[in-house]
């Protein structure tokens, strides 16, 4: 069972597109589908969950989509808030707050303030996520530390990268699964997912539902891990 599961949610426009209706109609559907899989992870036990759910890139789409997908982030939150108290679900918002409407941003510092408590499972939101960004930030921090004088360069490490990232206090993801067909990691978690099993599906996102879990739990399973290191014999 991976303990870390993050999911890349895609094919929300083709789900909606091949059913002749608006992408935005496709997006509902995904948000469905997310309630199936937090459902589902936290049946089975999963720590953490992370859903790549706005990339920094996604702000190329059209205006009128953007702000769809905004004001469904904004109700998402506000509608699912207390069944996340209810059900132990601890959420963290990872992503760049900066460039955010302030009613989006006090929000989503309600929904981790008012989880915090949750020992279940923890949902990480990457919302304005960027895996570039966030390293060249973990950069930036590094490097004022070595101007002031107070970190050598030579003493720069790989774990002080990882304490400088949104995950910080997250162990890296075990899986990352991709629905929609593509195969790609899109800028999602490029540091966190070093040594992460890949799992690609053509089904769209917002056909998500237990089947698709039980396959790819199982095909997970099957995976040998080695980090590098030789298989036990
Ligand atoms: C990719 O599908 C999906 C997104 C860009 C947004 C993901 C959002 C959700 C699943 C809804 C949950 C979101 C919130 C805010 C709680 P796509 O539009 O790229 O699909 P396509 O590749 O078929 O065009």
Redesign the pocket.
């Known amino acids: 069972m991976p303990r870390h599961l993050g999911v890349i949610?895609?094919?929300?426009?083709?789900?909606a597109q091949a059913r002749g209706k608006p992408?935005t109609e496709?997006?509902k559907a995904?948000?469905e589908?997310?309630g199936r899989l937090i459902e589902l992870s936290a049946r089975q036990g999963i720590e953490f969950v992370t859903v790549?759910?706005?990339?920094s890139e996604?702000w190329r789409r059209p205006k009128e989509e953007v702000s769809f997908?905004f004001n469904?982030?904004r109700r998402?939150v506000a509608a699912e808030l207390e069944r996340f108290v209810k059900n132990g679900i601890r959420v963290k918002v990872l992503g760049e707050r900066e460039g955010l409407d302030k009613t989006i941003c006090g929000l989503l510092d309600q929904v981790e303030s008012r989880t915090a408590s949750g020992t279940r499972m923890q949902l990480n939101?990457a919302?304005n996520y960027g895996a570039k960004f966030e390293l060249a930030s973990a950069m930036r921090k590094i490097a004022r530390q070595v101007a002031s004088g107070e970190l050598a360069p030579d003493a720069i490490t790989a774990d002080m990268v990882g304490e400088n990232l949104y995950t910080r206090d997250i162990p890296d993801p075990d899986l990352i699964l991709r629905t929609?067909g593509e195969k790609r990691l899109s800028n999602f978690l490029l540091w966190q997912a070093a040594y992460s099993e890949f799992i690609f599906i053509d089904q769209?996102?917002p056909d998500f539902d237990e089947d698709t879990f039980r396959d790819v739990l199982l095909e997970f399973g099957q995976r040998q891990r080695r980090y590098g290191a030789l298989e036990n014999r």
């Open positions: 949610m895609d094919g929300n426009g083709r789900w992408r496709g997006h995904g948000v589908a997310l790549y759910s706005f990339s996604n997908l469904l982030l998402y939101l919302f929609g769209c996102w």
